[in-house]
């Protein structure tokens, strides 16, 4: 079972064996991702985090940690999948290598330069789901997508 004291902020989860892996969660607004390995594999894998999406901008960070140095990621491409159907949109190559010291406290230092940005344009209104693809230098090739959806007013406002 799961549980999270709203009082101390403190959140328990007991899963079983067959919870291995990154499992992503929305604790108190926040998102929240709780990676479980084997006992001695050492390995965690590329985690790509979306910390903010809206109509201007999606930024967060992105690393392979199991990566022998540097960041485990190359670069990061955006496409934008219309929620109603349709093909998908590029939306181009994110700018990477921002700091993000947050990420280098718990991870190491040499993640410090994981943040990622992509101001978006040119999407017409309407719902994405924004997707953002990671290059893992680890896996040599793309690695599943990070997602958020958006929603693309008329009057250029989003909300998430």
Do not use: M
Request: glycine share 16%; aromatic share 10%.
């Amino acid at each position: 079972g799961a549980r999270l004291d709203e009082a101390s902020g403190v959140f328990t989860w007991h899963p079983g064996v067959g919870f291995l892996g990154a499992h992503d969660f929305v604790l108190g607004g926040r998102e929240v991702r709780i990676v479980l390995n084997p006992k001695g594999s050492g390995r965690v894998g590329p985690q790509t985090v979306i910390d903010r999406s809206d109509g201007a901008i999606v930024a967060g960070w992105a690393a392979d940690l199991d990566a022998a140095s540097g960041t485990g990621v190359s670069t990061l491409h955006v496409w934008a999948y219309p929620a109603h159907g349709g093909d998908p949109i590029f939306a181009g190559v994110a700018d990477y290598g921002g700091e993000r010291p947050d990420v280098a406290a718990i991870y190491g230092e040499r993640f410090l330069r994981s943040g990622y940005g992509l101001r978006l344009q040119g999407l017409a209104p309407g719902t994405y789901d924004l997707a953002v693809f990671a290059f893992s230098t680890v896996r040599g090739g793309f690695v599943p997508a990070k997602l958020a959806r958006v929603t693309l007013n008329p009057q250029g406002t989003s909300r998430r």
